[in-house]
Nanobody
Framework: QVHLVESGGGLVQAGGSLRLSCAAS????????MGWFRQAPGKEREFVAG?????????VYADSVKGRFTISRDIAKNTVHLQMSSLKPEDTAVYYC?????????????????WGQGTQVTVSS
């Protein structure tokens, strides 16, 4: 069983930055593919970024966040981070950390077996 706990959400002005963290327990990140998803009110959950345990930690990003968000992992601390910069009001959502044992950072939430409780990110205009 994998347990995920997110932290780092909050309120920030447009153009600002936030760093989200996801601490994993129960399995090492060296054998987990990690993803960040988000869900805004009235919208479906959407993929934000992912990092694979395979091929040195290859990363994948949604087009909407490319160049603004960076996903990284600290295997020693078993933690994944999402550095968010140039934030926009449309980035406002609950952000979820997710994990899967497969190698690919797939954008479909159905492929992720473990989920955190979520952390709120609010970007004011």
């Amino acid at each position: 069983q994998v347990h995920l706990v997110e932290s780092g959400g909050g309120l920030v002005q447009a153009g600002g930055s936030l760093r989200l963290s996801c601490a994993a327990s129960g399995r090492t990140l060296s054998r987990l593919t990690m993803g960040w998803f988000r869900q805004a009110p009235g919208k479906e959950r959407e993929f934000v970024a992912g990092i694979s345990w395979w091929s040195g930690g290859s990363t994948v990003y949604a087009d909407s966040v490319k160049g603004r968000f960076t996903i990284s992992r600290d295997i020693a601390k078993n933690t994944v981070h999402l550095q968010m910069s140039s934030l926009k009001p449309e980035d406002t959502a609950v952000y979820y950390c997710a994990a899967r044992q497969g190698a690919g950072a797939l954008p479909q939430s159905i492929y992720y077996n473990y989920w955190g409780q979520g952390t709120q990110v609010t970007v004011s205009s």
